[in-house]
Nanobody, 122 residues
Framework: QVQLVESGGGLVQAGGSLRLSCATS????????MNWFRQAPGKEREFVAA????????YYADPVKGRFTISRDNAKSTVYLEMNSLIPEDTAVYYC???????????????WGQGTQVTVSS
């Protein structure tokens, strides 16, 4: 059983930056592709970014390309999401997931964190 704990969310003004972290335990972190999803009020959960188990390949949703960067530290069993040039549309609860393959639909993943709130004010 893999446990995931997100942190780093908060309130930021448009144009600002935040760095989210997702610490994992209970599994072999280096075997998992890691992903970030987000869910805004009244909307479905959507894919944000993913990274392969080695960190060699990354994937981004079009709305965040060029602004967000996903990375991982296998020695710390932690995945990060660096978010720059934030806009109000980025406001959502951000979740990390672990799975065999990256960038799959939300239903593919069994392991989820509790989420961390990101609010971007205009």
């Amino acid at each position: 059983q893999v446990q995931l704990v997100e942190s780093g969310g908060g309130l930021v003004q448009a144009g600002g930056s935040l760095r989210l972290s997702c610490a994992t335990s209970g599994g072999t972190f280096s075997r998992y592709a890691m992903n970030w999803f987000r869910q805004a009020p009244g909307k479905e959960r959507e894919f944000v970014a993913a990274i392969s188990w080695s960190g060699g390949t990354t994937y981004y949703a079009d709305p965040v390309k060029g602004r967000f960067t996903i990375s991982r530290d296998n020695a710390k069993s932690t995945v990060y999401l660096e978010m720059n040039s934030l806009i109000p549309e980025d406001t959502a609860v951000y979740y990390c997931t672990a799975g065999t393959l990256p960038a799959r639909p939300p239903g593919y993943y069994s392991y989820w964190g509790q989420g961390t709130q990101v609010t971007v004010s205009s």
